[in-house]
Nanobody, 120 residues
């Protein structure tokens, strides 16, 4: 039983910034990776950024330079700092985590999503 709770979404003007947070709680032995996805109306959910357990990060090409993912392992929290936001970034952003809930058993979990709306 794991819960991911996102926060930080909202309405922002193009060029502005937001910081999303996601906190994992529950039966956690180890978090292997945490990341952010987004899904706009009529589109597939896509990976935005991921932070692995060993510290590597990856970003979708469209957000490189503008977005930064970070993780606080002690707090089971991942952040997404979003700068220079564009209207195309308007989406529901979802936290995702690959979590070991007991030794040798890992499962991916999703948060409920937080709406990010970028006005032009």
């Amino acid at each position: 039983q794991v819960q991911l709770v996102e926060s930080g979404g909202g309405l922002v003007q193009a060029g502005g910034s937001l910081r999303l947070s996601c906190v994992a709680s529950g039966s956690i032995v180890r978090i292997n990776a945490m990341g952010w996805y987004r899904q706009a109306p009529g589109k597939q959910r896509e990976l935005v950024a991921v932070f692995s357990s060993y510290g590597s990060t990856n970003y979708v090409d469209s957000v490189k330079v503008r977005f930064t993912i970070s993780r606080d392992k002690a707090k089971n929290t991942v952040y997404l700092q979003m700068n220079s936001l564009r209207p195309e970034g308007t989406s529901v952003y979802y936290c995702n985590a690959d979590i070991m809930t007991r030794v040798g058993v890992s499962t991916r979990y999703w948060g409920q999503g937080t709406q990010v709306t970028v006005s032009s």
